[in-house]
């Protein structure tokens, strides 16, 4: 009898890792790995391919004079009709370019610049403290979590951020904890779909694998505003709402 629990014991000690093992590859099967565009991170989900993120050395691409003309933000802005006690998530919120100019509008609300790169946070702070401005609130980000409250934000801005998110489903399950019920998510991405956008094809997106994305989220899409020069402006809403 002991020589048969002994023998039982090993069985079950032999095939426990490889259960493991079975387990870990079919929660990693959301993302796969292989080689693809130069400027991505050889990481995929759902068919595509994650670019790399911009680091703090391009704010001076992000401040550049032509940013206005070649995106409209000033429109931009206008399609999210903020109301001034709202509270704003811009999310890879960079030096704070569209942050400076939501929070006039917010301005008996609160607004969140969101960002992993400490550099980019402290732009913002300088800025901030410079002007004086008191309803903007920097957050250090993660790769994984926007770190803001549960239901805490009515509008949540991505521009150009989402592609490069190296783990965009958890990302997006943090952007949804954080947005209120009936919250809104604008989701501007360059559009794939127009070969006249001059801008590298893995910095692009179009409507449909953004639409599917989202929808594996929990978000669907509310409208897509085409009223920008080259950008997608996307509106999703909580699928459950």
Request: glycine share 8%; with cysteine; hydrophobic share 40%.
């Amino acid at each position: 009898m002991k020589k048969v629990s002994i023998l039982l014991l090993f069985f079950i000690g032999f095939l426990y890792p490889y259960e493991c093992i079975g387990q870990n590859s079919s929660n990693n099967k959301k993302y796969t790995f292989k080689r693809g565009d130069k400027n991505g991170i050889g990481k995929w989900y759902m068919g595509r391919e994650i670019a790399h993120v911009m680091g703090f050395q391009g704010i001076g691409w992000l401040e550049r004079s032509e940013r206005e003309k070649e995106e409209d933000v000033s429109t931009l802005i206008q399609n999210m009709k903020i109301k001034s006690n709202e509270t704003i998530a811009d999310i890879g919120a960079g030096s704070g370019y569209h942050v400076f100019r939501i929070a006039p509008l917010a301005n008996n609300g609160l607004v969140y610049a969101v960002d992993i790169q400490v550099e980019m946070i402290m732009a913002i702070e300088n800025i901030k403290e410079s002007s004086k401005i008191r309803n903007i609130e920097t957050i250090l980000g993660s790769e994984k979590s926007i770190h803001l409250p549960k239901n805490s934000v009515d509008k949540i801005l991505m521009v150009d951020v989402y592609h490069e998110f190296n783990f965009p489903m958890e990302m997006m399950s943090s952007v949804k904890t954080a947005l209120k019920p009936n919250g809104q998510l604008y989701l501007i991405e360059y559009r794939a779909e127009d070969p006249n956008v001059p801008i590298k094809k893995i910095h692009k997106m179009t409507e449909n694998q953004a639409v599917k994305e989202m929808k594996a989220a929990g978000f669907k899409l509310k409208g897509n505003i085409n009223n920008l020069p080259w950008q997608h402006c996307m509106v999703f809403v909580k699928d459950n709402y």
